[in-house]
C-alpha cells in the first residue's frame, strides 16, 4: 500500500513537471523574451530595459532573422498618456514618423512611477494601472494568453483590455460602430488600398479600404470611461479582436515590419480621449466656411456644356449649391495639371463665372503622373531623382492608372515638392480652382507591384511583377526578390492594385536606403501628398487650403478633409455612412461625408431623397456619381428637389454652429459628429441608437431616415431636456427619477428632417429657409438669432465663433472671434464672455438682433430687459411670450451693438433698475485651454 501511495505521488509529480515544462515551452514559444535584471535603468523620467530571447542562436532564417535583443523604453507623455516602445537592440529598423510639428511639445515629463506601469521579468510583461481608480487598464502576460513575438518581417503582440466594446481600426466600411459585432473572434486588417468599399464583418481579413489608422477606443464598463490605443506604424497589419466571456477583450497585432510604439491613453471621457490624440497626431486645419455647404460633382460630365446644364438646372431649381467638381474627365487624356482643348475648351472662363456668382471649383488630381519622356513634369522628375524607383529595373518604378503608363512622386526626395508645386501651377493658370481633390492615393496601381519594363499604352497586364525578376540576381538593398516569400501576409497579397513593396525612395544615407521602400512608406504617401499640396495653398496661392484626399494616415487631418470613398446606391450604404463619420472623427479628420445617392449602381427616387437628408447634415455634404450610372442629380425628381433644399437650409440655418464646433476641433482636439453615447456613456440604451442618429457637436441630434418605405422614425432620446429644431417646442422633459432617456416616434415626411435641440445649450440659429439662402456668404449678411434651450436646472452653456471665413492660417495668426456665453434662468440674465478676439470688424450676423430662450414658464409677465455693454451701455430690449410654446423671444434694441461688446443680459429688470458689473467665466481666456474651464461637456 505504502509502495502504491509513493508511486502515485511520483506520478503526480511527474505530471505537475510535465505540464509545467509544457506551460514554459508554450510561454516560450509565445513570448521568448526576459528582462535582463542589470539593464533596469530610470534616466530621468524615463524607463528603460533590455530584452534578451531564449531562442537566440536557435533562428538561423536568414530571410525573416529573429530579433534576440530588445530595447524597451517607458515614457510618461503627459498625465494622461504613456509610450511604451520596443525596438531591436543590434539594429536600427524602420520607425514611423509623427507628421505633427507640435507632437514634441506634448511631452511634459510625467514621472514613470506615477504612470501605474508595473513589468514581470519572465517571461517579460506589463500591465498599466489607472492611477485614478488603481484598475488595470491594459495588460501584456502570460496569465492573459499575452503574445510577444519579434521578427525582421514579422511581428506580434497580444494585449488584454477589461472591456469588450472596441472602437476604430481604420479605414473599414461596418455596419456597426463597435467592431466584432457579428462574431466573437474578428480579424481587420490596416493597409490603405484600391478596393473601393467592401463591406468588412470581421469574419477574415483584407477587407480594408483606403487608409491605415491604428487607432482604437476601449469602452470601460465598470467606470463608463473609455481608454484609447495608438499603435504608430505603417507597415501592412492585421488586428485579431478575441471577446471574452468575462466582458473583457484580447487584441493581437500582427505586423510584418517596423517596430513595436504604442500610446496608451488612460480612461477618460472619449472627448477627452479623443483631444489627446489628437494633441499627438496633429489637430486638424480648420477648412473655409464654404466648404460646409453644398458640394455637385460627377464622373461621367465628359463636356463643359453638361456642368454648365447641371449648374443652370440646380439654380433653376432654387437648390443651394456652393461648390462645382471637375472629375477626371475635364483632363486632357487624364494626365495630371491638364484640361481638354476640346470637350472642356473654355473651363477656365466659365471658372471665372462661376466665381462671379460665388461659386467654387474643385478639379481632381491623381498621384499617378502620366508616364511620357517628353512631358514636362516627368523631365522635372527624372532629372531630380524625384521618382519612386523600381527594384527590378533601378530606373523610375512604371505603373498603370488612367492615363496608362504612370509614375509616382517620392515624397522623400526633396525635388519630389517643386514638381507638384509646378503642376499645380501651371493648372492654376488655366483654371483658378478653389481647392484640390486627391484620389488614387494608396498608390492605386492597375499593374500589380509595376508594369513590365516594355509596357506600353492599351496593354491590360495586371500579372505580378515578381514574374520579370528571375533575371536579377545581385544583392544589394533594393534585392526584387526581398518580399517574396513573406512569412505572414495580413489580408492576402499586400501589393495587390498598389506599387511594389521593393519600390524605394530617395535615400541620402545607408540607413535610407535600407528602409525607404513601400514596404514601410506606402502608408504613408497619401499624408505627404496631402501636406505638399496643403503647402502649395500655403506658400505659393497664399490662402486657406481645403483638401480632399481618399488615403490617409494618422495625422492627415492636419492637411486634408475625407470622403468615405466609392460606395454604393444602397440603404446599406446610406446606414454605413453614420458610422463612417464617427471613425474619422476618432482619426482626427471632422470635415467629412460620404457620395450622396451612392456613387456606383443607380439610385432612385425614395433612395436619393433620404440621402439627400441625411447627407445635407454630412460635414462634407457632396452629391457625387460613377461613371455608366444614371444621373442623379436632385433636381431630376421634384420630390428630391424639394427635399434637398430644405434639407440643406435647416442645415446652413446651423452653419455657424457647425462651423464653430469644427473650429473648437481645431483648436483643442476632439469630435463634431458624435454618437449618442460618447456624451452619455452612463446610458446603456445609447448605445443602441449609433446606427440610426447622430449629434452635431454636443447640442444638435440629427435623426434621418434611413429605411426605405417608412413614414415613421423611432428616436431615442436620452434623459435630458429635448426640443425640436423646427418649431423650438420642447418634445421631452428629464426625469429625475430615471437614468435613462426613452424612444419616441414622430412622423417622418419628405419635406423636413428631425432636428433636435438638446437642453443645458446655446446656439447660433439662422432662418435660412424663410431667407431662401443659395449661397454661404449670405449668412454673414443674415440676422443671427441666439437659441437658449435650458436644461432640468434651467441653466445653458453655448459658444459662437466667426472668421473672415478663407482668410490663411487664422488660429496661428490669431484672426478668429471667440464667444462664450453662460444663461441662468433662476437669474434670469445672459453672460457674455470674449474668449479670443482680433481688429477685423464683425459681420452684420454678430450684432444683436434676436434671442429665443426656450421652456421660458417664468418669463410670462416678462415684457423688458437690458442689454449691458463692455464701454458702460445700458440699452433697453423688449420682449413677446408665446403662452403656447412657452418661449419668449427679445428683438433687437433701438441702438446697435455687437454680440462682442455685450457684458450681460438681464431679461427682467429695466435699464433703470439694472446694476453694471462684470462676471468673468473662465479661469484662462486662452482657446487651447478651454477644455480646463469651468463650462460643462453641453457647452
Known sequence: TWGLLMKSIYCVICLILIAGSFLLAKASEDNPFYVDPNSVKKEGTKWSMKLLNHHAGLNEDSSNKEITTADVTIEGVDVNVLNIKIIDANERRWEAPIENPDSGKLYRREQV?????????????????????????????????????????????????????????????????????????????????????????????????????????????????????????????????????????????????????????????????????????????????????????????NT?????????????????????????????????????????????AFVKELHKKRIKYVPIIDAGMKYNKTDKYFIMGEQNNAFIKSAVTKKTLVGKVWPGPAVFLSWFAPFSKNVWHEGLGDLYELVEFDGIWLDMNEIANFCRGECPPDYEVGEANTSPVRMLRDAFTEKDPHDPKEFDDLPYKPGGDPTEKTVALTGYESSTNDYEDRVLKQYNTHSLWALYEAKATHQFFTEKLKRRPFILTRSNYAGAGLFASKWLGDNYSTWDYLRYSIVGMYNFQMFGIPLVGSDMCGFSGNTNEELCLRWMQLGSFYPFTRNHNGIGNHDQEPYLWDSVALASKNALRQKYSLLWYYYTKLYEVSLLGGSLVRP???????????????????????????????????????????????????????????????????????????????????????????????????????????????????????????????????????????RYRHLAFNFGMSFQELFVNIVHDYDAKPYPCEEFTKVTILNAEKYEKVTQGCILGRAKQKIPITGSYDSGKKIITFGKPTKSIYWKDIEHINFDRSCSEQQQYTCLLYTSPSPRDLSTSRMPSSA
Not at 477626371?328 to 481638354?340: E, K, L, Q, R, W
Open 113 to 301: 512611477e506615477n504612470m501605474g506601469f508595473q513589468y514581470t521579468n519572465e517571461p517579460f510583461g506589463f500591465n498599466i494601472v489607472d492611477p485614478d481608480s488603481d484598475d488595470t487598464v491594459v495588460e501584456m502576460s502570460s496569465a492573459k494568453s499575452s503574445s510577444l513575438k519579434f521578427f525582421d518581417k514579422y511581428l506580434e503582440i497580444g494585449l488584454w483590455y477589461p472591456g469588450r466594446r472596441i472602437y476604430g481600426l481604420g479605414e473599414r466600411t461596418t455596419k456597426d460602430f463597435e467592431l466584432c459585432t457579428e462574431h466573437d473572434n474578428c480579424i481587420y486588417t490596416l493597409w490603405g488600398k484600391d478596393a473601393g468599399c467592401p463591406y468588412d464583418d470581421g469574419s477574415k481579413g483584407g477587407k480594408s479600404a483606403y487608409g491605415q489608422q491604428a487607432f482604437y477606443m476601449i469602452y470601460l464598463p465598470s467606470s463608463k470611461l473609455f481608454e484609447g490605443v495608438f499603435l504608430l506604424n505603417t507597415n501592412d497589419q492585421d488586428a485579431l479582436i478575441f471577446k471574452v466571456a468575462d466582458g473583457s477583450s484580447r487584441v493581437v497585432h500582427k505586423i510584418i515590419g517596423g517596430v513595436f510604439n504604442f500610446y496608451f491613453f488612460y480612461p477618460k471621457k472619449a472627448d477627452v480621449i479623443m483631444k489627446k490624440y489628437h494633441e499627438l497626431i496633429g489637430r486638424p486645419y480648420i477648412a473655409p466656411f464654404w466648404s460646409l455647404g453644398y458640394h455637385q460633382c460627377r464622373w461621367g460630365w
Open 304 to 348: 463643359l456644356d453638361k456642368v454648365k446644364e447641371v449648374v443652370a438646372k440646380l439654380e433653376e431649381k432654387d437648390i443651394p449649391l456652393e461648390v462645382v467638381w471637375g472629375d477626371i474627365d475635364y483632363m486632357d487624356g487624364y494626365a495630371d495639371f491638364s484640361v481638354d482643348p476640346v470637350r472642356y475648351k473654355g473651363l477656365g
Open 676 to 814: 449618442l453615447f460618447w456624451e452619455y456613456p452612463e446610458d446603456e440604451y445609447s448605445f443602441y441608437a449609433t446606427r440610426t442618429q447622430f449629434l452635431i457637436g454636443p447640442a444638435i441630434l440629427v435623426a434621418p431616415v434611413i429605411e426605405e418605405g417608412v413614414k415613421e422614425k423611432t428616436v431615442y432620446l436620452p434623459n435630458q431636456n429635448w426640443y425640436k429644431l423646427q418649431d423650438f417646442t420642447k418634445i421631452f422633459s428629464h426625469n429625475p427619477k430615471k437614468q435613462e432617456g426613452a424612444n419616441i416616434t414622430i412622423p417622418a415626411g419628405f419635406d423636413y428632417v428631425n432636428v433636435f435641440l438638446r437642453g443645458g445649450s446655446i446656439i447660433p440659429y439662422q432662418d435660412t429657409l424663410r431667407a431662401g439662402v443659395r449661397r454661404t456668404d449670405q449668412l454673414k449678411a443674415l440676422p443671427l438669432e441666439l437659441v437658449v434651450a435650458p436644461d432640468n436646472m434651467g441653466q445653458a452653456y453655448g459658444t459662437f465663433i466667426t472668421d473672415e471665413g478663407d482668410s490663411l492660417k487664422p488660429i496661428e495668426n490669431q
